[in-house]
């Protein structure tokens, strides 16, 4: 291990093309990151490779298809290090989280009997939450529902032993909260439910951008990303144990292989955006490199672990300098952990209301100085439900990622200043 080289925000921003761009001489200030973040340049390298250097489809005895299918194969096992997988055998990339939970909700679902149960969670985004209900109704399967506490927006993990039995057969949980902010024990949830017999589900897609995703840690059978959430590509990726890929009966047309990674992959997949997420993962393992200490030669997995926590302390200061504002003005009320103390125990996304302000006015008046920023309820439709602002426009999210500055906390400050003294 080297020593680690202290963050430095010009080098971090300059590895992303989009930052250095202003509108009519306002520059961006992006804080919409748990929506989108930013692409690294890496990814557009990779991705021109893709699409110009062997752009074919795979299967070929001709050389770009060779190249293309060899590449392919690589991005798998490069996802796999990325995710904690044991192998690339365990990884699926696809057109986005959404669409891969409600593919395999479709295959799960096929050996649910009436009456059975299953578990979904009130923390969720409903992509993990729809895909089930929908399949529950066709199967005629009873819903149950792991809540969260309105106080300290943690899970009610002491109400898992009553929500599980025998005849759950699977339960669905988040890891980050993409309102709350809330990162879960996840690995408490999956042990309860795989004890139960249960299949498990994470959602990780908001989680994958701040800190080092172990699947096989956490214990999972499924588990979920987008990486157009953690500077790559508009895709998704996900994990999945070897024993449910295999004991899965694929939807799939009949000459294509059986085998993974193309069991789970029907049809052709966006190479671009496979290679594309692999650009994503080497620039995490760049900031190992440059700002944590981790050799250039080390593993890929120990690069990208040095890396995130390189970020993870950035997003950490951001997230304090943030709440010190926000925490004086009564204006504001955050949904969400807020003490200073526990800032570890949340992800740098942070939604709020600022007095009478309607949340799309607030974020109007962020878009009129160039400051992105998200109003409404983000999906988490459970979430806003519980809160009760589902029928009130929602709330205003601000959410950094690793390019953001104390720079801009502080304009996203003065800004909120402004709003709570008129609110
Ligand atoms: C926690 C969470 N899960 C799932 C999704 C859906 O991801 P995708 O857009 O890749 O379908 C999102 C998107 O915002 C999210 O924040």
């Not at 395999?104 to 409903?126: P, T």
């Not at 190479?271 to 593993?299: D, N, Y």
């Not at 993870?312 to 003490?339: T, Y």
């Amino acid at each position: 291990m080297s020593s680690p080289m202290s963050w430095n925000d010009q080098e971090v921003r300059a590895a992303f093309p989009a930052l250095a761009q202003s509108d009519n001489g306002v520059p961006r200030l992006y804080a919409d990151a748990p929506g989108g973040t930013q692409v690294a340049g890496r990814v557009l390298e990779r991705m021109r490779e893709a699409l110009v250097e062997h752009c074919a489809n795979d299967g070929g005895v001709f050389r770009t298809s060779r190249l293309t299918e060899e590449r392919m194969l690589a991005a798998h096992a490069t996802a796999a290090t990325f995710l904690g997988a044991a192998n690339a055998q365990e990884v699926v990339f696809g057109l986005n989280s959404t669409s891969l939970l409600f593919h395999f909700s479709r295959m799960l679902a096929r050996d649910w009997q009436a009456g059975d149960e299953i578990v979904v969670s009130r923390m969720d985004h409903d992509a993990n939450i729809a895909p089930w209900l929908i399949a529950a109704e066709e199967r005629g399967v009873t819903v149950r529902w792991l809540e969260f506490d309105t106080t300290t927006y943690q899970y009610r993990y002491d109400s898992l032993p009553g929500l599980l039995g025998p005849r759950t057969r699977l339960i669905a949980c988040n890891h980050a909260s993409n309102f709350l902010g809330t990162i879960n024990d996840v690995g408490r949830i999956v042990a309860a439910g795989r004890a139960a017999g249960a299949v498990t589900v994470v959602d990780a897609v908001q989680s994958a951008p701040h800190f080092a995703i172990n699947a096989a840690r956490i214990g999972c059978d499924l588990l979920v990303t987008s990486p157009y959430k953690y500077f790559g590509p508009h895709a998704g990726l996900a994990y999945i144990r070897t024993e449910l890929a295999d004991r899965l009966r694929a939807l799939k047309v009949r000459p294509s292989p059986q085998t993974m990674p193309y069991k789970h992959a029907p049809g052709t997949p966006s190479f671009e955006a496979q290679l594309g997420t692999v650009g994503a993962i080497e620039h995490l393992a760049w900031l190992g490199e440059r700002f944590g200490g981790a050799l250039a030669s080390a593993p890929l997995r120990a690069r990208i672990e040095r890396g995130l926590a390189a970020a993870g302390r950035h997003e950490e200061a951001l997230a304090n300098r943030f709440l010190s504002v926000a925490r004086e003005l009564p204006q504001v009320r955050i949904f969400g952990i807020d003490d200073p103390a526990h800032v570890s125990g949340r992800v740098p996304t942070f939604s709020f209301t600022v007095g009478r302000h309607p949340a799309s006015a607030v974020a109007e008046a962020f878009a009129r100085r160039n400051i992105f920023v998200w109003s409404g309820s983000f999906y988490a439709y459970e979430i806003a439900g519980v809160l009760g602002v589902r029928d009130t426009g929602g709330v205003v999210r601000v959410g950094f990622a690793h390019y953001n500055t104390s720079g801009e906390v502080d304009s996203i400050a003065a800004v909120l200043r402004e709003l709570a003294a008129s609110g």
